[in-house]
């Protein structure tokens, strides 16, 4: 018996791959979004590793600034979560960043917009990054305690101050710059008409008359 099925005229046309070499801005994107996610890894890894301490060591230095016990815990409470969500947001960002790369180098279309995407979350993961803890200082972190006096604003600033550790800050900013960077290069590359040319992959098949 034959094998062969009629067309189908009602049913939606299929699509041919169409071959092409990939571009150099592609293959750059890819290779950048592996190297910015690796930097993502490293500095959510060490925010989420020296989140405890410096929440241990706020509470040290409040209670050494004359803030009240439970005025501390609470203000430390609500820092502990944000340095961890900050982290752990950090650290989702960074692995889909890889994951991602993967399908740009692979002339996933999909993967591409998402990498567009995780690009600019991960911009603004980093500028939140960066507020919680090189400039940690500034933050009003008093809006955890009712009735907060301005006395006690400047103690917490202090004691913040005082809690995060140096090598933190330092290597925080620069992996954060670097991935920075690393993102804005991606977008561009990404949106070079040679890239978008690239990922239209597929044209729709015309049946025979």
Known sequence: MSSWVPLDPTAPPDKLVIPRRRPASVTLAGVLMYGSGALGLLSAAALLIAAESVVQGFQREASRLGVGASEASEIANAMRTVLLSTGLGALAFAVLSVFLA???LRRNEAARIGALAIAVGSLGCGVVRTSVTAF??????TVAVEQAS???GSQVAAAFDHAMPSWLVGLGGGLTDLQTLGYIAVAVLLLMPASVEYFRTRRQAIAPD
């Not at 940690?136 to 972190?141: A, N, Q, R, Y």
């Open 150 to 152: 301005p006395a006690l």
């Open 102 to 104: 993967r399908g740009v």
């Open 136 to 141: 940690g200082g500034s933050v009003d972190w």
